[in-house]
Structures are given as structure tokens and as C-alpha cells.
């Protein structure tokens, strides 16, 4: 028998719908942004409408936070379950106003753990709410349509491919409004994508999915880096990591970010002590040396331990490197052939010096920036080295 856990989202359903099979099982953390990736039609929104109660499979289980809203001897129905749904498409009242949809279906009693204010505020509505959905933009009608589900009072959020529907000038104007939800509201989320680009702007755990069949879960970083899982064989593969600023050199325009086991340097405009900007590292933008570099342009090197070698094809390999004096810190992936793999003798266990090309700097509110090390600061030849 399944238990509802306190602090956690446990789903299971099996059965067949359509005559399509289903064996989606995982459990995550109630809190921050858990995405559910895979290819179109594998089975990622029928697994959100189960979520939600909308397609009833009578082998399933499904609580939240300790509540129990499905299992063997209960359903609750899909109106009793407080679930704010973003769809792919908004599904505006064409006859209301911007304020009177956000109004529709809210609950009447004030006042409410998420204030109207609040969200016209977080999503940056406020000149739109006399207008007609007519008159709105695609990604403005978008945004109407997550303050409606804000504003229901729900206890999940479920967004079902947001910004699916959007061109890529739309899309871009979204990202940072779903960013910004789980740092100002204490709301789970679960996100439904099959764009990996888009999910590690804000992803904190993984479902990931292929033919109706939940394959692995887990926190993001983690599941991308797993040299058993199709994400770090692709020739995409990368991790998207979160640091910590603790600097700036603004006679070199550096940006000084922390991670467990490096400091790194990155050309980006200052931002103040502290603050947890996201990285994506790709494997392709890592190399490798058996030895430190004695001169070079490239200002991000660490010493690194390979923890797990992936061929990829006949040509190329995959390393998952642990940064660190001893392997100790965050791990990032390589790519490299297996000519280099082989010329320089490498083999799981050996320590190494990781050297990184490109970092990109994750922020949604421009298009990623392609952050590119040119040049090693003169005043400090060690500082990108720098164990954190």
C-alpha cells in the first residue's frame, strides 16, 4: 500500500488510456520547479490531467504534501483539487477583461495566501488589466493565464508547455516570469516541456519520460551528469549548476562565482555578493589536460578527478569529471575523442585538470549569455584555480 509522505509529491498511475500504457511512478520534493521532460507524445501531459484528476485511471496514486487525493479507495474529483493549470494555449473569457479573468473562479473570502496585488505585481500586469484578451500579445495573454491559476489559491501548479504556443520573441519574454515564481511564492511546481533549453533556466528536479514510462527522477543536475541516462550522451549534454557570486574584478569586467570545489571567473556585468546565479557548462566546452597548463588564454582551470567514462559512438567520449583537489567538489561532463581519450592514457579514477571554454550565464530576462574566457587576469594567475 502506498503512503502519502509529508513535504513530497508521490504520483503513480498505471493502466492504459487510448490504448496507450502508462507506468509513471516518482516522487519529489514539494517545493521549487519539478519538470517532466521527453519527445512529444510520450505521455507527459496525459500524466499532468492524471495530476489534476482529469483522466481518472482507477490504478493510481497521487498526494500531495501528505494529502492523499487518489488512491485505491478515494477520487477526489478534479474541482475539489487545488491545482492551478497553465494550458499551452491561454483559454482567455473573451468577453471579460484582463481583471475580471484573473477574478474569475478566485476565491471570494479575504484575505488570501496570494494576493491580487501581489501577482499583478509579480507578473507585471498592471497596464494590461482594462484591456480585452483581443488586444493582448501572445506572451501577455500567457501571463494573464498564470495569474488566473495564481490567483485560484492553488497548492500545485501545474504549467502544461507554457510557452509551446509562443515564437521565440514571446518565448524569451516569458522565461523570466516562470523563474521568478518559486522565488516569490512557496508554491510547487510542476512543469510539462520537451525543450531542455528551456527547463534548466529554472528546474530544480527531473522527471523524465519516454513512451508513457516515467524512466528516471531526480534532482536536475544530478540526472543530467548520469552516464546512464541519454541526457549526458547527447550531443547537448551539459549541467546546469547554481553558484554563488562572491566578487567582481571590475578591472577585468569578472564576474568571481563560487561552486563546491572552484571559483570561476566569467566576463558579466556585477551583481552583489550572494546572490545564486544559474550556469550551464556543456560538455563540449570542456577539455582536458593530464598536466596544469603553464601559459594559455584560458582562465577557468581546476583540477578534476574523472568519476565515469561514456563512449559515444566510435568517435568520442563522455567524462564525468568531479572538480577539486581529489574529486571532491561539483561534477561537471567532458567531451573529447577517444583519440585524446587514448593519447593521453586517460581511465576512470585519474586526476586531471579540467579546463573550461564557455560558461553560460543563465538569465532569462536577455538571451543566455555565451560568456567566453579569453585572457588570464595578470594580478592573480592562481585565483581561477582556487579551490572554493
Not at 517532466?36 to 490531467?49: E, S, V
Not at 507585471?124 to 493565464?145: C, F, K, M, N, T
Not at 563512449?311 to 569529471?321: F, K, N
Request: with cysteine; aromatic share 6%.
Amino acid at each position: 500500500m502506498r503512503i502519502a509522505t509529508p513535504g513530497r509529491i508521490d504520483v503513480a498511475f498505471s493502466g492504459s488510456i487510448a490504448g496507450f500504457s502508462r507506468d509513471t511512478q516518482f516522487s519529489v520534493p514539494a517545493k521549487g520547479v519539478t519538470a517532466i521532460f521527453g519527445p512529444p507524445g510520450c505521455g507527459k501531459t496525459t500524466l499532468a490531467r492524471c495530476i489534476a484528476g482529469l483522466e481518472p485511471l482507477p490504478n493510481g496514486f497521487c498526494a500531495i504534501d501528505g494529502e492523499v487525493w487518489q488512491d485505491r479507495t478515494t477520487f477526489r474529483p478534479p474541482h475539489l483539487r487545488p491545482i492551478g493549470y497553465v494550458f499551452q494555449e491561454p483559454s482567455l473569457f473573451p468577453h471579460l477583461s484582463v481583471r475580471r479573468n484573473l477574478l474569475y473562479g478566485a476565491p471570494k473570502p479575504k484575505p488570501t495566501p496570494i494576493a491580487f496585488d501581489e501577482v499583478v505585481e509579480l507578473l507585471e500586469i498592471a497596464p494590461l488589466l482594462d484591456r480585452s484578451p483581443s488586444h493582448l500579445s501572445g506572451g501577455e495573454r500567457q501571463r494573464v493565464a498564470m495569474g488566473r491559476a495564481l490567483l485560484s489559491q492553488p497548492r500545485l501548479l501545474v504549467m502544461d508547455e507554457p510557452l509551446g504556443a509562443l515564437d521565440r520573441c514571446a518565448r524569451r519574454e516569458i522565461l523570466p516570469f516562470i523563474e521568478r515564481l518559486p522565488e516569490k511564492l512557496a508554491l510547487p511546481m510542476i512543469y510539462i516541456g520537451h525543450d531542455m533549453a528551456e527547463i534548466e533556466h529554472f528546474a530544480d528536479y527531473l522527471v523524465m519520460m519516454e513512451r508513457g514510462v516515467v524512466t528516471a527522477a531526480g534532482p536536475l543536475q544530478v540526472l543530467q551528469r548520469d552516464p546512464a541516462l541519454p541526457l549526458a550522451a547527447s550531443r547537448e549534454a551539459a549541467v546546469s549548476l547554481d553558484a554563488v557570486v562572491s566578487g567582481y574584478d571590475g578591472r577585468y569586467g569578472l564576474l568571481i562565482l563560487r561552486l563546491k570545489g572552484a571559483r570561476l571567473l566569467v566576463p558579466a556585468p556585477p551583481f552583489a555578493p550572494g546572490v545564486h546565479q544559474r550556469l550551464r557548462i556543456g560538455a563540449s566546452d570542456v577539455s582536458v589536460a593530464r598536466e596544469a597548463p603553464r601559459a594559455g588564454s584560458m582562465i577557468n582551470v581546476f583540477p578534476a578527478r574523472i568519476r565515469a567514462c561514456l563512449p559515444l559512438g566510435a568517435a568520442e567520449i563522455t567524462l564525468v569529471l568531479a572538480l577539486g583537489t581529489g574529486g571532491s567538489g561539483t561534477e561537471i561532463l567532458a567531451r573529447i575523442t577517444r583519440f585524446s581519450f587514448d593519447s593521453l592514457g586517460l581511465k576512470d579514477g585519474m586526476d586531471v585538470f579540467a579546463q573550461l571554454k564557455h560558461v553560460s550565464l543563465l538569465s532569462a530576462s536577455e538571451p543566455p549569455l555565451q560568456i567566453v574566457t579569453t585572457s588570464r587576469p595578470a594580478a592573480d594567475p592562481g585565483q581561477a584555480s582556487a579551490a572554493a
